[in-house]
């Protein structure tokens, strides 16, 4: 079975510009969640999603919006980027969310210049 | 407010040598407890987990790790360790009434030969 993918794998964009990133989680899941790892650092949960409602929100700005579709992929959009924002977005999944275990994407990695 | 340390950022060991790395949470409520590892190159994945019951519990490459509820800890433990335990491991936490992860800052882990 093919585990969670992502996509773009890696993209770069200026400030002020806006991104969407995508995931697909592994078949059967219907949780999603979404992380942001800077290097050096643990991932910080961005947001959660179980059958296309939002569980769960972390401490981002409102420039960061996330939606689950029928099919339960996901994307994560982020707004007026900022240098900040550069980072590897991890997308996991999992059956319901919370005490499952989560598998994790590979992670996209943006870079804001 | 919810938090996970780990006070260690790097422990260099020797092969076979044990290792103990240590996680501390913060938490007014009833908290599950996660172990993920990232070996170089690869994506995150779940180590071992504590929901309830038994406050000892292992994973099947040798790890352990014990919940000790009134030091609020989930230190992680190998008795020998291997070049290929070489990874950086992340502590995490959900707190059991929301779905929210939080991920401690992770420890690097190099086995010596």
């Known amino acids: 079975d093919a585990g969670v993918t992502q996509s773009p794998t890696h993209l770069i964009k200026t400030r002020g510009q806006q991104v969407t990133l995508r995931c697909s989680p592994i078949?059967?899941?219907?949780?999603v969640s979404w992380y942001q790892q800077v290097l050096g650092q643990g991932p910080q949960f961005i947001f959660q999603?179980?059958?296309?409602?939002?569980?769960g929100r972390g401490n981002f700005p409102d420039r960061f919006s996330a939606r689950q579709f029928p099919n339960y992929s996901s994307e994560l959009n982020v707004n007026a980027l900022l240098l900040g924002d550069s980072a590897l977005y991890l997308c996991?999944?999992?059956?319901?969310?919370?005490?499952?275990?989560?598998?994790f994407g590979p992670g996209t990695r943006l870079t804001v210049l | 407010a919810q938090s996970v340390t780990q006070l260690d950022s790097q422990v260099p060991v020797f092969e076979e040598a044990p290792v103990e790395l240590r996680c501390n949470y913060s938490s007014s409520v009833s908290v599950y407890l996660f172990w993920y590892v990232q070996y170089p190159n690869q994506g995150l994945q779940l180590l071992l987990k504590?929901?309830?019951?038994?406050?000892l519990v292992e994973s099947i490459n040798g790890f352990e790790a014990e919940f000790n509820k009134s030091q609020t800890s989930f230190h992680l433990r190998k008795p020998s360790v291997h070049i290929s335990d070489t990874a950086e491991y992340f502590c995490a936490m959900v707190e059991t009434s929301y779905d929210k992860v939080i991920f401690g800052p992770g420890t690097s882990l190099s086995v010596i030969p």
């Open positions: 504590y929901l309830s019951g038994s406050t």
């Open positions: 999603y179980y059958e296309k409602e939002e569980r």
């Open positions: 078949s059967g899941h219907k949780s």
């Open positions: 996991a999944s999992s059956f319901v969310g919370g005490r499952d275990e989560q598998f």
